[in-house]
């Protein structure tokens, strides 16, 4: 957590020298929030996550992860 503390620190020091000096060549700001260049929930959460996704695990593991958990299915184990 304190990794995700020292980021968000550093995305808000950022943003406000971004807010002074950074805008396109419309005078616009790229960020029209803190939050799209830093989201502080979503890396909170991404530490206590219980739960991977399944897109961020190897592939070939998940199959075999589903093809046990079928056999298992099939044979009556819990």
Avoid: C
């Avoid at 002074?20 to 959460?45: R, T």
């Avoid at 991404?46 to 593991?61: A, G, H, I, T």
């Avoid at 056999?71 to 009556?76: C, E, I």
């Amino acid at each position: 957590m304190s990794k995700v503390d020292e980021l968000a620190v550093a995305a808000q020091q950022v943003w406000w020298g971004h807010l002074v000096s950074g805008v396109d060549k419309n005078g616009e700001s790229p960020f029209k929030e803190l939050k799209d260049l830093f989201d502080y929930e979503k890396a909170v959460d991404q530490v206590y996550k219980l739960e991977p996704k399944e897109s961020d695990m190897n592939p070939d593991l998940v199959r075999i992860a589903k093809r046990m958990q079928t056999y298992h299915a099939q044979k009556g184990d819990e």
